[in-house]
């Protein structure tokens, strides 16, 4: 950081009423999370607030798990996955109550700002809380699904896109030794961004998302007219389904009755996805919006969350982000189906 902008920021602060910034981490984690915690709080301690590590998401925050954090705090985390203050879903923050003990634990401490690092869940929480009490929060993208609108791309979907793509391209020598179709499942609950890019990147023959509600009689016409025809073996990657017939077991079960003669087999990727240290990408988006989120609580913003588009830092209202209609590219399902023939 320059001088100059050394200067602006002490500035900026000099003009804010905020004093202290909690951070917490809330839902599932994801790689880059404690690179955003390492960055908004050496950015807040840069500018003269003091800042609190809250442990274990928004019930941490009711049961007051809190604790001030310095410089050192966030030494050496930067390459870690995971997040180091831990985290949680909290049924009793979705409650007047819960959210009163919240609050009533925040004023104990002197804490009169929030940076709330996670998905739609936590961000629509942030939403709830921040106008009951009049609570400055600014929110950070941190989800492996990428399903926030607004941002370009979200703190832990590259190092989650790159751990699949390891994953499938094992799978595919075991596919292509023994000529089975495979059907492997990754996250992503509504969203198919995943499954649609991972599947883009490791040359699978076809892919199944949420947003696409046809492509089970595609996929029975590719396995009639295309894998018959010109492959041994198939790789289709299948976003998660709160069906319990759906997802990868119910489709690789359906293949099997109907093709009988094809050795079907399923992989279902799980929790290994959210794992990992992150990649430079989402080390870097972590830094960049953790910084900024110290910025906007310091020039009075409240209610955004900070994301990335055509690699310029953004500031979206929670509303917005929290919409669930961020599209996929139908070019992006061209690219696949014309490349894999």
């Given at each position: 950081m320059t001088d100059n902008n050394k200067e602006n920021i002490l500035n900026i602060q000099n003009m804010a009423e905020i004093k202290s910034v909690g951070i917490l981490t809330s839902g599932g984690d994801a790689p880059g999370m404690n690179a955003a915690?390492?960055?908004?709080t050496r950015s807040a301690i840069y500018a003269g607030l003091k800042?609190?590590?809250?442990?274990?998401?928004?019930?941490?925050?009711i049961e007051d798990c809190i604790s001030e954090f310095e410089t050192q705090s966030v030494s050496n985390i930067i390459s870690r996955g995971g997040t180091i203050l831990k985290t949680a879903r909290s049924m009793e923050f979705k409650t007047p109550e819960g959210r009163a003990k919240a609050y009533a634990n925040m004023q104990k401490h002197g804490i009169d700002s929030l940076v709330v690092i996670g998905g739609d869940g936590s961000i629509t929480g942030a939403t709830i809380f921040s106008k009951e009490y009049n609570i400055p929060i600014v929110?950070?993208?941190?989800?492996?699904?990428n399903d926030l609108a607004g941002t370009d791309s979200t703190i832990g979907y590259d190092t989650a896109m790159n751990t699949i793509m390891d994953c499938v391209d094992k799978i595919r020598d075991t596919a292509t030794s023994h000529a089975r179709l495979f059907f492997i499942e990754v996250m992503g609950r509504d969203a198919g961004f995943l499954a649609l890019n991972s599947a883009i990147a490791t040359g699978c023959e076809d892919v199944i998302i949420p947003e696409e509600k046809t492509q089970y009689e595609q996929l029975k016409m590719l396995i009639d007219n295309g894998f018959r025809k010109s492959k041994s073996s198939a790789l289709v990657i299948v976003t998660e389904s709160k069906d319990p017939n759906g997802g990868a077991m119910?489709?690789?079960?359906?293949?099997?009755?109907?093709?009988?003669?094809?050795?079907?087999?399923?992989?279902?990727?799980?929790?290994?996805?959210?794992g990992g240290s992150p990649t430079a990408a989402d080390r870097i988006l972590a830094s960049r919006t953790g910084y900024a989120a110290v910025e906007a609580l310091l020039q009075g913003q409240r209610n955004v969350l900070i994301?990335?588009?055509?690699?310029?830092?953004?500031?979206?209202?929670f509303a917005k982000?929290?919409?669930?209609?961020?599209?996929i590219d139908p070019d992006l399902l061209k690219v696949l189906r014309v490349l894999s023939i």
């Open positions: 915690i390492r960055a908004v800042v609190f590590g809250i442990r274990r998401g928004y019930q941490g925050l929110g950070l993208p941190g989800t492996i699904d119910g489709l690789a079960q359906k293949m099997k009755e109907e093709f009988p003669d094809y050795d079907v087999r399923c992989s279902i990727l799980g929790h290994l996805q959210r994301g990335i588009r055509n690699d310029e830092i953004i500031n979206i209202p982000a929290i919409k669930k209609d961020k599209p």
